[in-house]
């Protein structure tokens, strides 16, 4: 793809021998919100340091809208971050941080004094232009690093754990906020997370790294539904991952015998591997179901005793024995107000799911 | 025992080990007496000694000297101390960094007879090979005491900065500032405090040396601290007491100025937060 935004080539860093970053391809489009999202020194930070010029890559390129950018200095890339900690410098007003850019690029008073207000009224903070950022609250400095940011119309925005320091429901609000402003404004994103919701929410494509690798690419839906290996599955919501033998492999559909699960699962599609080799079916809490009675027929269903039951409000979470002494993780919807026949623990059950939902990981 | 009890003995004897010799040297420099332990009750207290300070010539200009001595060398460390405080704390791990850093700390726990000494040898062979510093007197004291208080200002300084994230100056870099507009607009202004902190205290240090001044100083260079020493190996004479009494108002002035500042400037920040935090609720 020539029209590929920002391209990542190869790229590798090493500190002091051992591979932070390793031999990462990527390619991010025009307009697109992508996420990285990994564990604590999965790389991705480092990897996002390295597009704002403050790491140089080992070994590899770096191409943002065509230019290389090797041997660029941080200011003089047409790349603005917004940092962890926001950043926001400590002794100046609030007009004064944002304007810095600004003054920077030698721009006119007037245009630099118009730009800033026009910037913190789309961030929602043009009453507080005199603040110093000790007199702001956690969402507010996160808005003014927002604006300080977005203020030299850049073509790409670094966002480094844009809402790790807002409280849950600051959260919520700020994400659909700035999904909104990233929309009206037209600049592609980048935003590097370890908070599997945010990346959810925001992101058009989520890339998951782990251990300095890309593991897998693709959006919200891709991720979460069709994760191609045992990590990516464990590490986005969660999941019930079962050792298993294929033993019968066609093109429309597999069935594979689990000792753990204690019984069969038929999967209504194909997959491309070796018959006779040991996999692993990984099903989401949320896509298996629970009766009191054994459904019709045999496969897809195990039988198991409740263990625990955790009350979340919208939903419940059961955690079920399974007669081969494995535990699963179960959650439905608290549909029904004052349910007289609720499950209670110790209870003998079946779980059964539906033949699309098992995903066959043999890595 | 009562708990109250034991901590007000303990500040009563603690005040009374460090202050008692101070307050016995502010007494004695009202009394009259030209013999420092007799109190002439008839005629003190008296301002006289004060008053035979102002025309004594010797210690207005060792006073002087001092003066322009602490000044100018108090810069001199800060330029210095500065420089390395920001090389320690920001210029990431380097070859020899475990060296500087440890070598920059080394002249805090040095004797300073040895340090004098050391000094002293530097400039005589100096003078010898190269012509500089011809003599020793001014700016040999000034060089000398830049050296051992330079290790302060470094401290205070890579202190101060180690306690900001090295994000503000990445960020300000990321806006397009230039390593030079970085230092001067973020780093610089960052910490302001602490060179002003570490200034004040190459001031006091460089003011009441004797030591160091004592091995590099010329026959015509004699700072305040050397004259009361000189002058105490003859008989403890009452004008000292008086010109002692002096240096410690102008200390203990400074001290409480700058603590009553400082307090007002916190409790005002506090109260800005809180207001901050308030409103948004």
């Keep these: 793809m ?12 090493t500190f002091g021998g051992a591979p932070a970053v390793d031999n990462v391809s990527l ?85 630099i004094s118009e730009r800033v207000v026009q910037i913190l009224d789309i961030v929602k903070m043009g009453a507080f232009i005199g603040r110093k950022p000790h007199q702001l609250s956690g969402g507010q400095r996160q808005r003014v690093a927002l604006a300080r940011a977005l203020v030299k119309r850049p073509k790409l925005l670094l966002l480094d754990e844009p809402l790790g320091a807002l409280d849950r429901k600051l959260r919520e609000h ?10 009206r404004l037209g600049v592609t994103f980048i935003v590097v997370t370890h908070d599997q919701g945010e990346a959810m929410t925001l ?58 699960l204690g019984a069969v699962v038929y999967v209504d599609h194909g997959i491309t591997s070796a018959p006779d080799v040991s996999v692993s079916v990984a099903i989401r809490p949320e896509k298996i179901g629970i009766d009191r009675t054994r459904p019709a027929g045999s ?65 | 025992m009562n708990r109250g009890y034991f901590s007000r003995t303990g500040l009563v004897i603690g005040l009374a080990f460090l202050y008692l010799p101070i307050l016995s040297m502010v007494v004695f420099s009202f009394n009259n007496s030209r013999l420092v332990t007799v109190w002439d009750v008839a ?30 060398a108090a810069t001199g460390a800060v330029v210095l101390g500065t420089l390395v405080g920001i090389v320690l704390a920001r210029f990431g791990p380097f070859r020899g960094r475990t060296l500087l850093s440890a070598m920059t700390t080394a002249p805090l726990v040095m004797p300073e007879v040895i340090t004098g000494l050391s000094l002293l040898l530097l400039f005589v062979a100096l003078e010898q090979l190269i012509g500089w510093p011809r003599g020793r007197g001014m700016l040999t004291i000034i060089l000398a005491h830049i050296t051992f208080t330079m290790s302060y200002v470094a401290v205070v300084v890579q202190s101060r900065l180690a306690g900001f994230d090295e994000s503000l100056e990445e960020a300000a870099m990321d806006l397009g500032a230039r390593p ?24 006091t240090i460089s003011w009441d040396d004797v030591v160091v001044s004592q091995f590099v100083a010329g026959p015509a260079s004699t700072t305040l601290p050397m004259v009361i020493f000189s002058k105490v190996r003859l008989g403890v004479s009452p004008d000292v007491n008086a010109l002692a009494t002096l240096m410690v108002l102008i200390v203990a002035l400074g001290i409480v100025i700058s603590s009553l500042w400082m307090h007002a400037m916190s409790k005002r920040r506090e109260r800005e937060s809180q207001l901050a935090i308030a409103a948004n609720q």
């Design chain 1, 2 to 13: 020539p029209d590929a935004y920002v391209r990542i080539e190869g790229v590798t860093k």
């Design chain 1, 27 to 111: 390619d991010v489009q025009r307009g697109e919100i992508f996420c990285l999202l990994g564990g604590s020194g999965s790389g991705k930070t480092t990897l996002l340091r390295m597009l704002a010029g403050f790491e140089t890559p080992t070994s590899g390129r770096l191409y943002i809208d065509g230019q290389d950018m090797t041997g660029i200095a941080p200011c003089e890339r047409p790349v603005n971050m917004m940092f962890q900690s926001y950043a926001l410098f400590p002794h100046m007003s609030v007009e004064k941080n944002v304007a810095f850019g600004l003054e920077q690029e030698k721009l006119a008073r007037a245009e």
């Design chain 1, 174 to 183: 700020t994400q659909f906020e700035l999904l909104a402003i990233q929309k």
């Design chain 1, 203 to 260: 992101a058009s494509r989520i890339g998951v790294m782990n251990h300095g690798q890309i593991v897998q690419i693709g959006t919200p839906l891709d991720i979460y539904e069709y994760p191609q290996t045992k990590f990516v599955a464990d590490f986005v919501g969660s999941v019930n991952l079962f050792d298993g033998r294929l033993v019968e492999d066609e093109a429309d559909h597999v069935r594979i015998r689990s000792e753990e």
């Design chain 1, 299 to 363: 496969e897809n269903v195990a039988h198991g005793r409740v263990k625990e039951i955790a009350y979340m409000g919208d939903t419940s979470i059961y955690i079920v024995e399974l007669d081969a002494g494995k535990l699963v993780r179960v959650t439905l919807p608290n549909v029904v107000r004052r349910a007289e026949d609720r499950l209670t623990a110790e209870e003998s059950v079946y779980l059964s799911w539906h033949a699309s939902s098992p995903v066959v990981l043999t890595r």
């Design chain 2, 43 to 72: 005629h003190s207290p008296t301002l006289k000694w004060y008053v035979a300070l102002l025309s004594n010539q010797p210690i207005l200009r060792a006073a002087w000297l001092s003066i322009r001595v602490a000044a100018s």
């Design chain 2, 180 to 203: 030079v507009t970085v230092f001067f607009r973020i780093t610089l202004p960052l910490i302001v405090p602490a060179i002003v902190s570490g200034w004040l205290l190459a001031f």
